[in-house]
Structures are given as structure tokens and as C-alpha cells.
């Protein structure tokens, strides 16, 4: 009898783990719900019309988004948005950076702002590409995990993008 339990539960755990393999394996991306950012045009004071862009998405895990106003003075240069009584700058002739710099603090911020509003959420905006290819999806972290499963290309793998560079939280195959 104890053999035959033996067997049984090696059994189910085999079949649990192929199931589980293969719910995996089956996590695909739904770029039909790709939404589409260019951190170019994040930077260049294009953060407001993204993230109207965004809010019809945004509103169906959060009842009252946050409002984006654009700080922008064309004389300094300077380029800011203020989210909650937070002033997120983005690109100031007093800051030291390149263009490049702008572009990854401008997919940061957003990415940042539509985040901090899903904490209490199951789903987080997770970050497709970067820079000019940049785009963004609604996933849980579990399916953005699994979806690595079927995406070979570690580059590819959606991630919450970070300041640190210099792939700011993309993955880079190694």
C-alpha cells in the first residue's frame, strides 16, 4: 500500500508540474494591447498626451487616476510633470545628461506614475522594448514572468524600467 501511495503522488506531481509547464509555456503576449509610448517623444514633452492616451486602460484597475500636468518653459529649456504634488523633472538645462539620459528618465517617470497608482492592484505596466520602440502592457507579474517561457529573447521579456543603466531594467542576454 505505501508503494502505491509512492506512486500516486510521484504520479500527481509529475502531472502538476507538466501542467504548470505547460500553462507557462502558453503565456503569450497580446500586442493588439500594446500600447504604444516612444520614449523620444516621452521626452520631448509628450508624457501628458501618453498617458491620455493610456487612461481609458488605466481606468479599468483604477477608479480615479491620478491627473499629469506638464511643467514646460521653452527659454530655460526645461521639461517637468507634476503627478500628486510631485514634480518629476525630466530634462532641465541645469541637469547635466544627454539625450539619451531624458529618454530613459522619461520612460522611467511614466512608467512610475501609471505604477504607483496599481499598487493596490493585481496588474502592473510593464515596459515592451525601449526608446523609440517603447511600449507598455497590462500584466500581472506572474505573466509577465512566464511569458519569458516563449519569448527566447531575453531583450524581448517585459520589465518595470529602473534609472540604473544601462539597460534601465530591460534584460540584455548575457
Known sequence: MRSVRFV?????????TACNAQSAANVNLDYDRLIL????DLAEAGIGEAYLQLLPELQKYVSRPASVEELIDSDIPRYAILVNGAEYVIYSSDSAGS????WRCAAYVFFKVVNDQLVHTDVRFFAINAGNDLGGLFLTPEQAVTSRVTLPRPSDWPYLPETAGPWCGQQRAR
Open 8 to 16: 500516486s503522488t510521484f504520479f500527481m506531481a509529475i502531472v502538476a
Open 37 to 40: 509610448l516612444d520614449a523620444e
Open 99 to 102: 539625450e539619451d539620459a531624458s
